[in-house]
């Protein structure tokens, strides 16, 4: 048995491991970053540091969340803490993960995010990784070469 958090992203039930979450808090208000990647929302403070906010229904590749969103699931992955944004929050409960079947069709980024299902009362409900919705660090863009003075 795993214990899973229930939460609801884009109107839908999903279950997160609880070894994935440092907390779930309401954020305060962010602040938007320029260039940073369409799925980030911003920065904003939490317990005297800085946490990236992520907008998880456009890492899904779904619409935007509501501007007002505040509830979130603090992560942590490759030692930066993530703000993940959620509909809301339901239960922390055991459940017994299954693996995702062969035949079953998640259409955009819930393909990528997902990675096995547990059920509840007869309802199927997956369960997705959190560190796959942060966005993958992009390169620094090169200076052109300057041609060698003669």
Not at 18 to 24: G, H, K, P
Request: net charge negative.
């Amino acid at each position: 048995m795993d214990l899973v958090l229930i939460a609801h992203v884009a109107g839908r039930a999903v279950a997160i491991d609880t070894t994935e979450i440092d907390s779930v808090v309401d954020l305060a208000p962010v602040v938007a970053v320029p260039r940073a990647p369409g799925s980030v929302r911003g920065l904003t403070a939490l317990r005297s540091r800085v946490v990236t906010v992520i907008d998880t229904c456009l890492a899904l590749g779904l619409d935007p969340m509501p501007a007002d969103a505040r509830r979130a699931i603090i992560t942590r992955v490759d030692g930066h803490h993530y703000a993940m944004l959620v509909d809301a929050l339901e239960d922390v409960a055991s459940f017994v993960r299954q693996p995702l079947s062969s035949g079953l069709a998640l259409d955009r980024g819930w393909a990528a995010a997902g990675n096995a299902m547990v059920e509840r009362d007869g309802e199927p409900i997956l369960v997705i990784d959190l560190a796959r919705l942060v966005p993958l660090p992009q390169p620094l863009p090169q200076p052109l070469p300057q041609p060698l003075a003669a």
